[in-house]
């Protein structure tokens, strides 16, 4: 049972590069999301996915883009990295759209230098 | 002021001890999460409720709607205990969206 696998573990990148956090999920879920987490702050959501070919912005899109071609996977790209980028990332699925319990991958830590 | 509040920021328990953390809330909901994030590690989700009281093995979830307050015990806890607790709120109506607290650090020492 993977549930939710996020690959890299931990990436460090320099200002103005590019690269993509993978994000598959075996559960079938429709519902996916890109959370990061910041020191003294509650996570907050980048992005989510309701269902195959449908993403919508959250609280703090810039920056970052992502795609849902598939059920299973929900890449995140950040377009050209910044130093306030730094954070852990964690992507997460869940059954339904709203009122299932949420199941997280194990995070990316991201430094940008 | 933040609209999901938890308290204590931080807590120190002695192994066997009862602890509680809580988690206020100023908007309306449809259901609350209490997340469990392990140093280093990643999160899993421990109760999903809108309503009563849920337990799962030591541990017991409260929701008070008309208050809009839940509490989070452990009972017998232990080293392995030690962890960030996490709630957080789907908010209802039309803005439904998942608004985090920041966490309360529990550390249960032997």
């Known amino acids: 049972n993977a549930g939710v696998t996020q690959t890299p573990k931990f990436q460090v990148l320099k200002t103005g590069q590019s690269m993509t956090l993978q994000c598959a999920q075996d559960m079938n879920h429709e519902y996916m999301s890109w959370y990061r987490q910041d020191p003294g702050m509650g996570l907050r959501l980048i992005h989510y996915s309701v269902g195959a070919g449908i993403t919508d912005q959250g609280e703090v899109p810039n920056g970052y883009n992502v795609s849902r071609s598939t059920t299973e996977d929900f890449p995140l790209r950040l377009l050209s990295a910044a130093p306030s980028q730094t954070s852990v990332y964690f992507c997460?699925?869940?059954?339904?759209?709203?009122?299932?319990?949420?199941?997280f991958g194990n995070g990316t830590r991201l430094t940008v230098t | 002021k933040n609209e999901v509040e938890q308290s204590p920021q931080n807590l120190t328990a002695q192994e066997g001890e009862f602890i509680t953390i809580n988690c206020s809330y100023s908007v309306g909901i449809s259901a609350l999460h209490w997340l469990q994030q392990h140093p280093g590690g990643g999160i899993v989700s421990l109760f999903m409720l809108s309503s009563g009281k849920k337990k799962h093995g030591r541990l017991i979830a409260t929701i008070n709607i008309q208050e809009k307050h839940s509490s989070l015990h452990i009972t017998a806890s232990h080293p392995r205990d030690s962890a960030v607790y996490i709630c957080?709120?789907?908010?209802?109506?039309?803005?439904?969206?998942?608004?985090f607290g920041t966490g309360t650090l529990l550390a249960v020492q032997p």
């Open positions: 957080a709120v789907r908010t209802s109506g039309a803005t439904n969206k998942l608004i």
């Open positions: 997460a699925s869940s059954r339904g759209v709203w009122d299932s319990p949420l199941h």
